[in-house]
């Protein structure tokens, strides 16, 4: 066991184990001030309400952005420039926000990415930070997808318009300032899902392989009785009821959810590109995440995994005020970096 402040990764050959011996940790301070935030707001339970409703429910961006303000401290963190355009999805086309490095580049690695909610809630802003940060750490330029949502769009929708946005993007990277050979996916929570998800169908529709995934506490699979499922059954930002609610409203049926394209935990995973997997230890996903990491291995794929400790769901975002958020995106923009060039992640 390989142990930091505030990180374990955990590697016997090919193999990533989860820990059992230890109860999940309590947030750290850092963690703690971003969550008090988010509770002075004051706002119901997503699970008890209506998707329209929670969409505009207050947000773990939205309590950094609080206490940076607190803080006098800018909210937003720069980049070369920001722009928005639509491209093809699988039923129409969809907008996307691209986060340009700074510099006067004209072949940058790029990074399509998807962002966390569920498949039902949250959207470009939401996860503007995570975008910003990996477009600086990484030196390459984000594609952030807004996807087709659920319960209005069930699935496959999402899952299709993330394929179809990557492929568009490997195919036409140039008329981005992109390098259409140096093309990675990634995201957070379910967007970790849909990442994961385009590597799959690409692999199998014979399409355009990304060349790194990087999967932010992803979900994996349609299942509630892990053992993070059970220390973290009422945590926040993220429980057990919350994941419940997110499936009910994703899913046509049960039997969606058995399907690799709804829970690539169940998939055969050969023949994937390098990913690195971060994990949170006050997090119901966080067995899932890891389990994910360790078939990966055993399939043959190289891994980097880490699970960070006195953290919770959604803390890849925060790093402007916790500095576990902010080395979770180093080591993330390190994956990327090296998934650019074909080197192992390391």
């Not at 399509?112 to 039902?120: A, C, L, R, S």
């Not at 490997?170 to 590597?199: D, F, H, W």
């Not at 690799?260 to 899932?288: F, H, Q, W």
């Amino acid at each position: 066991m390989l142990t930091g402040a505030g990180v374990t990764t955990i590697a016997l050959g090919n193999s990533f184990l989860t820990p059992t011996a230890e109860a999940a940790s309590a947030p750290d301070a850092q963690m703690k001030a971003v969550l008090d935030e988010l509770t002075s707001f004051g706002a119901p339970p997503i699970e008890k309400q209506t998707p329209f409703n929670a969409r505009n429910n207050p947000t773990i961006a939205n309590a950094v952005m609080g206490v940076l303000s607190k803080r006098g401290r800018p909210t937003v963190e720069a980049v070369g420039a920001v722009s928005h355009r639509l491209i093809p999805g699988a039923a129409g086309d969809l907008l996307v926000r691209i986060y340009q490095p700074k510099g006067n580049g004209s072949s940058f690695p790029v990074l399509v990415y998807f962002h966390g909610g569920g498949w039902v809630i949250a959207n470009l802003d939401t996860y503007d930070a995570s975008c910003r940060a990996l477009t600086n750490a990484a030196n390459c330029i984000v594609v952030s997808v807004a996807y087709r949502q659920a319960p209005e769009a069930k699935f496959p929708a999402a899952a299709e318009d993330a394929y179809a946005a990557t492929q568009w993007v490997m195919t036409n990277a140039a008329q981005i300032k992109g390098n259409p050979n140096q093309v990675a996916v990634g995201g957070e929570s379910a967007g970790g899902n849909l990442a994961a998800v385009t590597c799959l169908m690409a692999r199998d529709r014979k399409g355009k392989l990304p060349v790194h995934q990087m999967l932010i506490y992803p979900v994996t699979n349609y299942a509630f009785d892990t053992q993070s499922y059970q220390e973290n059954a009422n945590a926040k930002p993220l429980n057990r009821a919350m994941m419940q609610w997110f499936w009910s409203h994703y899913l046509r049926n049960e039997a969606d959810g058995q399907t690799p394209y709804a829970s690539p935990l169940r998939g055969n995973l050969s023949g994937l590109p390098t990913a690195t997997v971060i994990t949170a230890d006050i997090d119901p996903l966080r067995s899932e995440g890891q389990a994910y990491a360790q078939k990966l291995r055993e399939a043959g794929v190289n891994v980097k995994a880490t699970n960070y400790t006195g953290v919770t769901h959604e803390f890849f975002g925060t790093g402007a005020v916790v500095d576990k958020g902010k080395k979770a995106v180093s080591e993330a923009a390190a994956g990327l970096r090296a998934g650019f060039v074909g080197r192992t992640v390391r």
